[in-house]
């Protein structure tokens, strides 16, 4: 799997599983919505340990701009609301950083 197919796909697992519990609390969905939210955690964590990133922090690090974009990819999809050209500039400057943090030469 590319890294940023592994990215996004943890991405989108965080926030299934995240959205499970806003539901239930904000939304007043049935608490059965968190057995699949508590899959989806669980899957994005595993797939965050699956990252080519050497360290922990790193893979964290990168994660958190491909969350972002996710995050927003998320608004408009599931909820609705269409990003703004702010947001989306905020989103390309989080996935250049996390690029620059995950591809950078190191020695």
Do not use: H, K, N
């Not at 969350?67 to 608004?75: K, T």
């Amino acid at each position: 799997m590319t890294s940023f197919l592994l990215y996004a796909t943890a991405a989108i697992a965080e926030i299934g599983g995240c959205f499970a519990v806003w539901a239930v609390l904000r939304l007043g969905r049935s608490p059965l919505w968190l057995a699949p939210g508590m899959l989806s955690l669980a899957l994005f964590a595993t797939l965050l340990a699956l990252s080519p990133a050497e360290q922990a922090g790193r893979a964290f690090a990168v994660y958190g701009g491909v969350y972002i974009a996710a995050s927003l990819f998320w608004l408009w999809a599931v909820e609705g609301m269409r990003p703004d050209r702010f947001d989306l500039i905020g989103a390309a400057v989080c996935l250049a950083g996390a690029a620059i943090i995950l591809w950078a030469p190191r020695g």
